[in-house]
Nanobody, 116 residues
């Protein structure tokens, strides 16, 4: 059974930091590119960051570049999103996604709220 389980969300003040984790099971994690997406209330889901299967290449949306860092540990089947200098507009449900040439898997999401 394929599972992607996000954790680490919560309430944080503007300027603060959070580290999200996404633990994978049921598929060969090290062969999948992994990504983080987010969806704010009333808005479409948007891409945040991607990391290749070996972790050699990362890409970021302009809105988070320089503030967020995606990383992975293939020994632990886990992908991370380190979020620094958080802003109220970063408030959203954050989802991880695993993708290969033929399949995509999504997690259930974790809420991040940035507010004073």
């Amino acid at each position: 059974q394929v599972q992607l389980v996000e954790s680490g969300g919560g309430l944080v003040q503007p300027g603060g930091s959070l580290r999200l984790s996404c633990a994978a099971s049921g598929f060969v994690f090290s062969t999948y590119n992994m990504a983080w997406y987010r969806q704010a209330p009333g808005k479409d889901r948007e891409w945040v960051a991607t990391i290749t299967s070996a972790g050699t290449t990362t890409n970021y949306a302009d809105s988070v570049k320089g503030r967020f860092t995606i990383s992975r540990d293939n020994a632990k089947d886990t992908v991370y999103l380190q979020m620094n200098s958080l802003r109220p507009e970063d408030t959203a449900v954050y989802y991880c996604k695993g993708s290969s040439r033929f399949r995509q898997y999504w997690g259930q999401g974790t809420q991040v709220t940035v507010s004073s």
